[in-house]
């Protein structure tokens, strides 16, 4: 009896161990068939703040002098010197060309002569005007002589005046054979050689061209979303300032001094114009420049430049949450601020910021964060 109780209990555990290896194999076989975690991606990140940042526009504009005028040529005739060097700064009224002065010498003289002729008769029929009213007084003459020395009078006052006007316009022609500059400013190419028969009512009239280039204007367009936003803003805070070709910022900032009143319909912008200070003449008028209008300041989330990426459906960045997972957000990103990025919608300040490795980072991938160094 107890020899058989052994040999029960002996069996039942046998097939026990046998029960628990089957199940053991069989959870290492499912172990073994399990996809491993993939390990966390090490990154560093910032923490996205506010900040008080300029309210800035940018645009492409173009420079134009403040003043741009045409030196044509107020008298006919042959072009005698080239008084100026093309190219140079000159002051106003400084000589620009001389034409041949011979012919309004002469103009000049004639004129005089007929002056001084008038002026004697005029002194002839005064002197005979008193005369002959003397005599009407007395009626020793008729009335009709007496009127008739007073119109011939008038008429040699009329004819003193005439001479005087003609003299003052021989004198103004002959000062228009040297051709002035009529503002200060840069000067252009000589559009008519020495030699040159000008006219003033000719394209020959046309000597060469000055432009002002202190102060200098530029020229720019704004959207109509963001002249709105300018508007609301205080004038008198708006600064403009350039960026050149070469990527350096221009040492001196302007003022608007010019807005357009109405939209331009194909491109849905409004003309600006702004007016700079040029005294070193860093710039010339048709210059391309980078324009950046700077409107007082707002407090705005700010990220690393790095940290944006740009996908098809627009820009966006990747933030660690709390569940140690990076998710991707997208942005509505500003204008940049040194080597930050305002980001108008999309983020709340305290949000971790991914700003490197950003190559192995997938939505909803596990990241391992870290600080900047």
Same mark, same amino acid.
């Not at 003299?167 to 000067?187: F, K, M, N, W």
């Not at 331009?264 to 003449?281: K, S």
């Given at each position: 009896?107890?020899?058989?109780?052994?040999?029960?209990?002996?069996?039942?555990?046998?097939?026990?161990?046998?029960?628990?290896?089957?199940?053991g194999g069989?959870?290492?076989?499912?172990?073994?068939?399990?996809?491993?975690?993939?390990?966390?991606v090490?990154?560093?990140?910032?923490?996205?703040?506010?900040?008080?940042?300029?309210?800035a526009?940018?645009?492409?504009?173009?420079?134009?002098?403040?003043?741009?005028?045409?030196?044509?040529?107020?008298?006919?005739?042959?072009?005698?010197?080239?008084?100026?060097?093309?190219?140079?700064?000159?002051?106003?009224?400084?000589?620009?060309?001389?034409?041949?002065? #011979?012919?309004?010498?002469?103009?000049?003289?004639? &004129?005089?002569?007929? %002056? =001084? +002729?008038?002026?004697? /008769? *005029? !002194?002839?029929?005064?002197?005979?005007?008193e005369?002959?009213?003397g005599?009407?007084?007395?009626?020793?003459?008729?009335?009709k002589?007496?009127?008739? #020395?007073?119109?011939?009078?008038?008429?040699?006052e &009329?004819?003193?005046? %005439? =001479? +005087?006007?003609r003299? /003052? *316009? !021989?004198?103004?022609?002959?000062?228009?054979?040297?051709?002035?500059?009529?503002?200060?400013?840069?000067?252009?190419?000589?559009?008519?050689?020495?030699?040159t028969?000008?006219?003033?009512?000719?394209?020959? &009239?046309?000597?060469?061209?000055?432009?002002?280039s202190?102060?200098?204007?530029?020229?720019?367009?704004?959207?109509?979303a963001?002249?709105?936003?300018?508007?609301?803003?205080?004038a008198?805070?708006?600064?403009?300032?350039?960026?050149?070709?070469?990527?350096?910022?221009y040492?001196?900032?302007?003022?608007l001094?010019?807005?357009?009143?109405?939209?331009?319909?194909?491109?849905?912008?409004?003309?600006?114009?702004?007016?700079?200070?040029?005294?070193?003449?860093?710039?010339?008028?048709?210059?391309?420049?980078?324009?950046?209008?700077?409107?007082?300041?707002?407090?705005?989330i700010?990220?690393?430049?790095?940290?944006?990426?740009?996908?098809?459906?627009?820009?966006?960045?990747?933030?660690?949450?709390?569940?140690?997972?990076?998710?991707?957000r997208?942005?509505?990103?500003?204008a940049?601020?040194?080597a930050?990025?305002?980001?108008?919608?999309?983020?709340?300040?305290?949000?971790?910021?991914?700003?490197?490795?950003?190559?192995?980072?997938?939505?909803?991938?596990?990241?391992?964060?870290?600080?900047?160094?």
């Amino acid at each position: 009896m107890r020899t058989g109780y052994f040999f029960a209990a002996f069996a039942a555990a046998g097939l026990a161990a046998l029960a628990g290896c089957e199940r053991g194999g069989a959870q290492e076989k499912a172990a073994a068939g399990k996809p491993a975690a993939p390990p966390a991606v090490a990154v560093t990140a910032v923490e996205a703040m506010l900040r008080d940042v300029p309210v800035a526009f940018e645009a492409v504009g173009r420079t134009e002098g403040s003043r741009e005028i045409q030196v044509r040529a107020r008298v006919p005739g042959i072009v005698e010197a080239q008084l100026y060097g093309e190219g140079d700064a000159v002051a106003a009224g400084a000589p620009l060309f001389r034409i041949e002065r #011979a012919p309004y010498e002469i103009a000049l003289a004639e &004129a005089k002569a007929v %002056l =001084a +002729q008038e002026t004697a /008769r *005029q !002194a002839l029929a005064r002197q005979e005007l008193e005369r002959l009213q003397g005599l009407a007084d007395r009626r020793a003459i008729s009335r009709k002589e007496a009127d008739e #020395a007073a119109s011939t009078a008038s008429q040699s006052e &009329a004819a003193v005046q %005439l =001479a +005087q006007a003609r003299l /003052r *316009q !021989a004198e103004l022609d002959l000062s228009y054979t040297t051709v002035r500059a009529p503002i200060r400013g840069v000067t252009g190419r000589a559009l008519q050689s020495v030699g040159t028969l000008v006219q003033p009512n000719a394209d020959s &009239a046309l000597l060469t061209t000055i432009t002002r280039s202190d102060p200098i204007w530029v020229r720019f367009a704004l959207s109509e979303a963001e002249y709105a936003r300018l508007r609301r803003g205080d004038a008198k805070a708006i600064q403009v300032k350039l960026d050149l070709a070469d990527g350096r910022a221009y040492a001196h900032a302007g003022r608007l001094n010019f807005a357009g009143s109405t939209v331009d319909g194909p491109t849905g912008t409004v003309q600006m114009r702004a007016e700079l200070p040029n005294p070193e003449g860093a710039l010339l008028a048709g210059q391309f420049v980078h324009v950046r209008v700077i409107a007082g300041t707002q407090s705005a989330i700010v990220v690393p430049q790095a940290a944006v990426l740009q996908s098809e459906s627009g820009r966006f960045v990747y933030v660690a949450g709390p569940d140690g997972k990076a998710a991707a957000r997208p942005i509505r990103a500003g204008a940049w601020v040194g080597a930050d990025w305002v980001v108008l919608e999309g983020l709340e300040a305290g949000e971790q910021v991914i700003v490197d490795n950003l190559a192995r980072v997938r939505p909803g991938a596990p990241v391992q964060v870290g600080k900047p160094g």
